[in-house]
């Protein structure tokens, strides 16, 4: 009974299986935790920061559902060895802007990427979630408001919305099924507070819902906090 029992833990515990080695099958490069039967299983992608890497947000599906697919793409613009960018950041300008080329292409290859990624763990657009910090959260937005048909939600840690995408957004009926959690530290010095309060406000305006986290006294980074909301908010917005 009792290696039976082991048996059974041993089966359980290799159900989700992470990956340490970088895939290149897709138009980016990513970390993979996935079952041996991934089918229909939500799938969440997360998008990493300036001057980091595909390794940095990958930590969080340790707090995540283990069942649920978990992937962790790399940007495609080398910042030093161990570093990459989704864009470069525009100079001179009031609020925090990104080369309009470069958001271009990084959007195109996240679109392409979460259009492979869904067909081969063989799950549904509505299953399909970004998680972005920083820069991520940015590339998150650029693409999930621009299209909202190929994810059920997006997560902007610590981001914005860029001026040339709030300038083009209008409301439409796909937007309106799009989930948004937005989470951001009241001292944030990269992108400042105010930052996530007038996305806030941009999204709300459209009639979408966005559900708004601050955390009173966190810096540019991700709490244990933000994460168990955030947690909570992929399982709700799957019901």
């Not at 009031?94 to 067909?119: C, H, M, P």
């Not at 998680?131 to 998150?140: K, L, P």
Request: hydrophobic content about 40%; glycine content about 8%.
């Amino acid at each position: 009974m009792l290696k039976l029992f082991a048996l059974a833990l041993t089966l359980v515990a290799g159900a989700a299986h992470a990956d340490d080695s970088l895939h290149t099958d897709l138009p980016l490069a990513y970390l993979e935790q996935t079952q041996t039967d991934a089918r229909n299983q939500p799938l969440v992608i997360f998008l990493h920061g300036f001057g980091s890497n595909e390794e940095d947000l990958f930590g969080i599906k340790d707090s995540l559902p283990s069942t649920w697919t978990y992937l962790s793409a790399r940007a495609p613009m080398p910042v030093d060895p161990q570093g990459y960018r989704w864009f470069t950041k525009t100079q001179g300008e009031a609020e925090y802007n990104g080369e309009t080329a470069d958001l271009q292409r990084s959007a195109k290859l996240i679109e392409d990427f979460v259009a492979k990624a869904t067909a081969k763990y063989h799950t549904r657009p509505d299953r399909v979630f970004l998680v972005g910090f920083s820069q991520g959260a940015i590339m998150s937005y650029e693409v999930g408001l621009r299209q909202p048909e190929r994810v059920r939600g997006i997560a902007a840690l610590s981001g914005s919305v860029l001026p040339v995408l709030k300038a083009e957004l209008k409301p439409n009926d796909a937007l309106g099924a799009l989930a948004i959690f937005i989470g951001h530290g009241t001292l944030d010095q990269a992108l400042p507070y105010a930052s996530a309060t007038r996305a806030n406000e941009v999204l709300t305006g459209l009639g979408l819902k966005p559900e708004f986290h601050g955390y009173p006294g966190m810096p540019h980074t991700v709490s244990e906090a933000e994460v168990q909301d955030l947690k909570a908010w992929l399982e709700k917005s799957l019901k």
